[in-house]
């Protein structure tokens, strides 16, 4: 890859990260101030008092799209999950309640995404094309969004006051923001693996006049988080949750595949020498196992699926901390106090 613009690329990634932690720093504090203040007054919105929580979720992150999978044909969600290529997403959010069945939740996170064809179990043929379709992908996420929560037991019990189990369900949407640069692998004849950004090599021609449907895709894209959790109050102040968050996201290039293979000879008219030598290779890994002999696809031959954009999901562990009092006022306290089990007789 071009040095220069690797570093254009490194140095992007690097600003969009200072950024993204700067606004989770500010809303931290935001919330801070906010509690603190909470202390002597609490926030009244529609005679219910409110509550900040902040908190940071951390678990897998799963690929959902045209590269590896499961076994057999592709499947969608959990049914299409290869976990071999498992990777990591933490994050940190901070959510207001304005009553004790709804929320809005700010958060932000970073993570990996990740596909490989040659991992996929084999047990029939089903499988063997994507097998021998042998691509690769990684790339780093970075996404910020806005969401809702509901929490449906306390909404049927909104009315009843001394309702607060420990134990509550809900559930989560919203928009978001999120940011991916895929790369690809080659292997040379010692065995060393070697990534390349895939968009600049355009592997399917986007960009091209050659195919006029086919626009460059941009980096930088809109997804709807959707999911469910269980959070569970250790006490009054502290919250553990599990929840599974998936993105539903309206590109089909998080992984650079996408339709059909084009003509390599493209890549020399389009691309400099380096990146048009690099394109040729990356493009078009066959490794033969359906069709015997067969060193490339003749093109448009099918290297993707078009009809169904990418997604991914993430399981995570969530930590969260209530800012400001936790109970309605001194009363509430002093009773809740007195009704704790003695930690010695």
């Given at each position: 890859?071009?040095?220069?613009?690797?570093?254009?690329?490194?140095?992007?990634?690097?600003?969009?990260l200072?950024?993204l932690c700067l606004?989770s720093?500010?809303?931290l504090i935001?919330?801070?101030?906010?509690?603190e203040?909470?202390?002597?007054?609490?926030i009244?919105?529609?005679?219910?008092?409110?509550?900040?929580?902040?908190?940071l979720?951390?678990?897998?992150?799963f690929f959902?799209?045209d590269?590896?999978?499961?076994?057999?044909?592709?499947?969608?969600?959990?049914?299409d999950?290869?976990?071999?290529?498992?990777?990591l997403m933490?994050g940190?959010?901070?959510?207001y309640?304005?009553?004790?069945?709804?929320?809005?939740?700010?958060?932000?996170?970073?993570?990996?995404?990740?596909g490989?064809?040659?991992?996929?179990?084999?047990?029939?043929e089903?499988?063997?094309?994507?097998?021998?379709?042998?691509?690769?992908?990684?790339?780093?996420?970075?996404?910020?969004?806005?969401?809702?929560?509901?929490?449906?037991?306390?909404?049927?019990?909104?009315?009843?006051?001394?309702?607060?189990?420990r134990?509550?369900?809900?559930?989560?949407?919203?928009?978001?923001?999120?940011?991916?640069?895929?790369?690809?692998?080659?292997?040379?004849?010692?065995?060393?693996?070697?990534w390349?950004?895939?968009?600049?090599?355009?592997?399917?021609?986007?960009?091209f006049p050659?195919?006029?449907?086919?626009?460059?895709?941009?980096?930088?894209?809109?997804?709807?988080p959707?999911?469910?959790?269980?959070k569970?109050?250790?006490?009054?102040?502290?919250t553990?949750?599990?929840?599974?968050?998936?993105?539903k996201?309206?590109?089909?290039?998080?992984?650079?595949?996408?339709?059909?293979?084009?003509?390599?000879?493209?890549?020399?008219k389009?691309?400099?020498?380096?990146?048009a030598?690099?394109?040729?290779?990356?493009?078009?890994?066959?490794?033969a196992?359906?069709n015997?002999?067969?060193?490339?696809?003749s093109?448009?031959?099918?290297?993707?699926?078009?009809?169904?954009?990418?997604s991914?999901?993430?399981?995570?562990?969530?930590?969260?901390?209530?800012?400001?009092?936790?109970?309605?006022?001194r009363?509430?306290?002093?009773?809740?106090?007195?009704?704790?089990?003695?930690?010695?007789?």
């Amino acid at each position: 890859m071009n040095p220069i613009l690797r570093k254009r690329n490194l140095f992007l990634m690097k600003k969009r990260l200072h950024t993204l932690c700067l606004t989770s720093f500010m809303i931290l504090i935001l919330c801070v101030a906010l509690s603190e203040t909470s202390y002597s007054q609490s926030i009244i919105i529609g005679n219910e008092k409110s509550r900040f929580d902040i908190g940071l979720n951390i678990g897998p992150s799963f690929f959902l799209g045209d590269l590896g999978g499961h076994a057999g044909k592709g499947q969608r969600f959990i049914k299409d999950l290869n976990l071999p290529v498992t990777q990591l997403m933490v994050g940190a959010f901070a959510t207001y309640y304005p009553n004790e069945w709804m929320g809005v939740r700010l958060a932000a996170q970073y993570g990996k995404l990740a596909g490989e064809d040659k991992l996929i179990t084999t047990k029939g043929e089903n499988e063997l094309y994507r097998k021998q379709r042998n691509l690769d992908f990684r790339t780093n996420i970075f996404e910020t969004y806005l969401a809702g929560e509901i929490y449906p037991i306390m909404l049927l019990h909104k009315n009843d006051p001394d309702y607060s189990p420990r134990l509550r369900p809900y559930g989560v949407i919203g928009v978001g923001y999120f940011h991916f640069n895929p790369q690809g692998s080659l292997t040379d004849a010692n065995g060393k693996k070697t990534w390349y950004y895939l968009r600049p090599l355009h592997t399917e021609g986007e960009g091209f006049p050659e195919y006029p449907d086919r626009k460059e895709y941009s980096l930088n894209q809109i997804n709807i988080p959707m999911g469910t959790g269980l959070k569970y109050y250790v006490s009054p102040r502290i919250t553990l949750s599990l929840e599974i968050l998936l993105r539903k996201t309206f590109t089909d290039y998080i992984d650079d595949v996408s339709t059909t293979y084009i003509d390599p000879n493209l890549f020399d008219k389009y691309l400099s020498p380096q990146n048009a030598a690099i394109a040729r290779q990356i493009s078009d890994k066959v490794f033969a196992i359906v069709n015997p002999g067969l060193t490339r696809n003749s093109p448009g031959t099918q290297r993707g699926n078009p009809n169904q954009n990418d997604s991914y999901f993430t399981t995570f562990l969530k930590f969260g901390i209530r800012l400001g009092p936790v109970y309605k006022d001194r009363y509430d306290q002093n009773v809740a106090s007195r009704m704790r089990c003695p930690s010695r007789f």
